[in-house]
């Protein structure tokens, strides 16, 4: 099973600013230019399951309807979580450590996982479990907001794939794990 971050972040290492918001990132609210996905349908046409934090999924049911597609999504949390009728079959809510649910994962024969959320992507990362991060760095600076990264453990050691750039200032990066600890 390969797990992915593909995530947008302002310059300074933001994925959102501290009250949630997006603005500062474009086409964040489905306005705009589409011409450029910046990978996305791609990205996504490998995908077969997504994990995320209950922050980011409080974000997505604004959406009103699912947004993936067929896939479905384990949405992590500690509390009750009410899933709106119309998103039921494609989310469900799971309390679990990145290595227990990455089990589960497996026995459900899910082979491609895209993991969202900052601070869901630092749990994961500190354990080990991370594959690949695609970030896409957003030209602007915000200041203060949600980090991407936080507190390690250990130095983590990345693999430089490839960075591309777009005409829109957008700069993406992708980069590989070097080690990652067996299931047991
Ligand atoms: N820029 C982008 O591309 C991008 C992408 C994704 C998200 N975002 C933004 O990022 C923000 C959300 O990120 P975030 O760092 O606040 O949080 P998050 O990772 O989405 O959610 C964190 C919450 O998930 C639950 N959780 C995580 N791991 C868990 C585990 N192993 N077991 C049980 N519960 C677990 C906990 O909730 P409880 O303990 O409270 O249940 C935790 O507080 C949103 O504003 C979203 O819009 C931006």
Known sequence: MKISVYIATSLDGFIARKNGDLDWLPGSDGQGDHSEDYGYAKFIETIDMLVM?????????????????????????????TIPENMAAHALARNAQPKELISELEEMGVQRVWLDGGKTIQHFLREGWVDELIITRVPVLIGNGIPLFGHTLNDINL????????ESGFVQSRYAFVRKPEVN
């Open 53 to 81: 934090g209950r922050n980011t999924f409080e974000k997505v049911l604004l959406f009103g309807q699912w947004p993936y597609g067929d896939r479905r999504c384990v949405v992590l949390t500690s509390r009750d979580l």
């Open 159 to 166: 693999q430089h794939i490839e960075t591309v750039s777009f």
